[in-house]
């Protein structure tokens, strides 16, 4: 298992931008699918976007595809989630997960190893 913590979340007002990261604790940071996913309260958890550290191959739900942009940086072995232009209905609680290996283009996918997770708020 791989230690992840993220941060950067926070609250916002509709239009606004945030930038998430997790740092992943771990020896390999060159061969890991990272994803991001998001829980809002009373619904069940949706895959946001995911990217493979060997390649930089993204996948991104349709919900943000063009809004959302997931990037690494492998001098800090950090994955970062770029939102902009914010809604309300993207108001949830948004974890990082990893799994060693290549992404598949779908969330539906076994991760081992998750984050703490961080809100993020967005205000109409």
């Known amino acids: 298992q791989v230690r992840l913590v993220e941060s950067g979340g926070g609250s916002v007002q509709a239009g606004g931008a945030l930038r998430l990261s997790c740092r992943a604790y771990?020896?390999?940071?060159?061969?890991?699918?990272m994803a991001w996913f998001r829980q809002a309260p009373g619904k069940q958890r949706e895959g946001v976007a995911n990217?493979?550290?060997?390649?930089?191959?993204?996948y991104y739900s349709d919900s943000v595809e063009g809004r959302f942009t997931i990037a690494q940086e492998n001098a800090k072995n950090t994955v970062y989630l770029q939102m902009n232009n914010l809604k309300p209905e993207d108001t949830a609680m948004y974890y990082c997960?990893?799994?060693?290996?290549?992404?598949?283009?779908?969330?539906?996918?076994?991760?081992?190893?998750w984050g703490q997770g961080t809100q993020v708020t967005v205000s109409s």
């Open positions: 771990l020896n390999t940071f060159s061969t890991v699918c």
């Open positions: 990217i493979y550290t060997g390649t930089g191959n993204t």
């Open positions: 997960a990893a799994q060693y290996g290549p992404c598949p283009p779908t969330f539906e996918y076994e991760y081992s190893s």
